[in-house]
């Protein structure tokens, strides 16, 4: 699905692997490599970058393809299926498989709140303990989780122990990445 394309404004972005926060000019002809969970992975003269969901609109020419494939629509009942789903929809921006088969969730609590809804923490971890892109996932991961309805917390916590290794990927994950 690679493409080349121009941004038409200035756009935020997501320096990869460093993670740092910056803005591309408009006018800078980016290269698409990746298109999952909604979130745009493109290649610069300067290198990759993650451009969010709600800012690939400075893509001239993007429409989505294989982005969420409902985008914005939850599901109507709150269950622990649903959180995992969620999870499913994280991609890290240089890998295209979710979190969820890459292996990189390790833990699920779902609490009930004072109120009534959900309280949910996530214990996760990175395919390298230096990825500056860890945050950023961390980030999207517990805001797809808090969309959820009745989730009146969430809370995504990176880890390192266990030491992840590719052994922890999915048979799904393994087969995406061509290790079968």
Same mark, same amino acid.
Not at 30 to 45: C, K, P
Not at 52 to 69: F, L, M, S, T, W
Not at 94 to 116: F, H, R
Not at 168 to 176: L, T
């Given at each position: 699905?690679?493409?080349?394309?121009?941004?038409?404004?200035?756009?935020?972005?997501?320096?990869?692997?460093?993670?740092?926060?910056?803005?591309?000019?408009?006018? !800078?002809?980016?290269?698409?490599?990746?298109?999952?969970?909604?979130?745009?992975?493109?290649? !610069?003269?300067?290198?990759?970058?993650?451009?969010?969901?709600?800012?690939?609109?400075?893509?001239?020419? %993007?429409?989505?393809?294989?982005?969420?494939?409902?985008?914005?629509?939850?599901?109507?009942?709150?269950?622990?299926?649903?959180?995992?789903?969620?999870?499913?929809?994280?991609?890290?921006?240089?890998?295209?498989?979710?979190?969820?088969?890459?292996?990189? /969730? %390790?833990?699920?609590?779902?609490?009930?709140?004072?109120?009534?809804?959900?309280?949910?923490?996530? #214990?996760?971890?990175? !395919?390298?303990?230096?990825?500056?892109?860890?945050? /950023?996932?961390?980030?999207?991961?517990?805001? #797809?989780?808090?969309?959820?309805?009745? /989730?009146?917390?969430?809370?995504?916590?990176?880890?390192?122990?266990?030491?992840?290794?590719?052994?922890?990927?999915?048979?799904?994950?393994? #087969?995406?990445?061509?290790?079968?």
């Amino acid at each position: 699905m690679a493409e080349n394309h121009r941004l038409s404004r200035d756009c935020p972005a997501t320096a990869i692997p460093a993670g740092d926060a910056l803005t591309l000019p408009a006018g !800078t002809e980016v290269f698409i490599a990746q298109t999952l969970g909604g979130n745009v992975t493109v290649r !610069t003269d300067r290198g990759l970058f993650r451009i969010a969901r709600e800012q690939a609109v400075a893509i001239e020419g %993007y429409a989505p393809k294989d982005a969420d494939p409902s985008p914005g629509l939850e599901p109507a009942n709150f269950s622990e299926v649903a959180v995992w789903d969620a999870l499913k929809t994280c991609f890290d921006p240089e890998i295209p498989v979710n979190i969820v088969d890459l292996g990189l /969730v %390790y833990d699920l609590a779902i609490e009930p709140a004072p109120s009534g809804g959900h309280a949910i923490q996530v #214990k996760m971890t990175l !395919t390298a303990p230096g990825c500056g892109m860890g945050p /950023v996932i961390a980030e999207d991961a517990r805001q #797809k989780i808090a969309a959820l309805p009745t /989730v009146e917390s969430a809370k995504v916590h990176i880890v390192w122990d266990p030491v992840w290794t590719p052994q922890m990927i999915s048979p799904e994950g393994r #087969k995406k990445l061509g290790l079968e």
